[in-house]
């Protein structure tokens, strides 16, 4: 429903008026290499994250496997007027995940490739549904990681789009400080190659600053080239404990 948007807002929220079977039909007939389900197990998962708010299912569930099926499908939705919500891992607690005005959650989870340069440089190309545990599983016997830990196991197109951070914040930055390049699909279906490899770049406008922490609302991330770090020789714990909270 409509009635919760300000009516000088409501020009921007004129949604498909289509029903949810015609609208799955019209996916599985332009794009039958894109799964859709609206199952109810499947929807209720995708229409919330960790946050408190209530659960707000999508109509359906697509998940496609390529940057290429992103685009079209973005496209698809532009032209119908369909509501697309990037869903990584549902472990953010903002609440961008339910779908509040209905329409369709793009799950990423097939974007699953990873590329560690052979030439040992500090950057791999991962894909926005890797998370961050299984790129560190693939980097153990490289001698590098990925330091960026938000504590939940999320991905790393979800960890970009809500700029995370963590324990490691403080020494290695937060997201937006270990991301060279964004790959992304704007919301008419545009392909966008944000950023480069190299390290030192001061050439034209910050678009990977703009993409971090955007929340699905400028374009699907697609891939991510992130910095790795080496991993410490040693690491020491210590806990200090102060008597009162001014203190600390």
């Known amino acids: 429903s409509n009635e919760s948007i300000p009516k000088y807002q409501s ?16 996916f599985r007939s332009k794009l039958p290499q894109i799964p859709v389900s609206t199952n109810r197990y499947d929807v209720e998962q995708h229409g ?18 390529s940057t290429e099926d992103i685009a079209s499908l973005l496209h ?33 989870s097939q974007l699953n490739s990873i590329h560690i340069d ?7 190309k991962v894909g926005a549904g890797v998370t961050r545990s299984r ?26 789009a809500c700029g995370a951070s963590g324990t490691t914040a403080v020494h290695y930055g937060t997201m937006r400080q270990n991301i ?13 190659n944000c950023g480069t490899n190299a390290l ?14 955007s929340e699905g609302t400028l374009g699907v991330i697609t891939n991510v ?16 404990v102060f008597e009162q909270l001014q203190q600390a």
């Open 11 to 26: 020009k921007y929220y004129e949604y498909t008026k289509m029903e949810t079977d015609d609208i799955c039909k019209l």
């Open 48 to 65: 919330q994250g960790e946050s408190y708010h209530p659960m707000k299912p999508p109509w359906a569930v697509l998940t496609p496997s």
């Open 76 to 108: 698809l939705c532009q032209q119908h007027r369909i509501p697309v919500i990037p869903f990584g891992a549902g472990t953010s607690v903002e609440g961008h995940v339910n779908a509040l005005h209905g329409g369709i959650t793009l799950d990423t």
């Open 118 to 124: 052979p030439n040992g440089d500090a950057f791999a």
């Open 135 to 160: 790129l560190n599983q693939e980097l153990r016997y490289s001698g590098m990681q990925f330091v960026v830990d938000p504590g939940a196991d999320a991905t790393i197109g979800g960890m970009v």
């Open 180 to 192: 060279l390049a964004i790959e992304c699909v704007l919301p008419d279906g545009t392909l966008a």
């Open 200 to 213: 030192k770049s001061s050439a034209g406008y910050d678009l990977v600053s703009l993409m971090t922490g």
């Open 225 to 240: 080239t992130v910095k790795l770090h080496p991993i410490p020789q040693h690491v020491a714990g210590a806990i200090c």
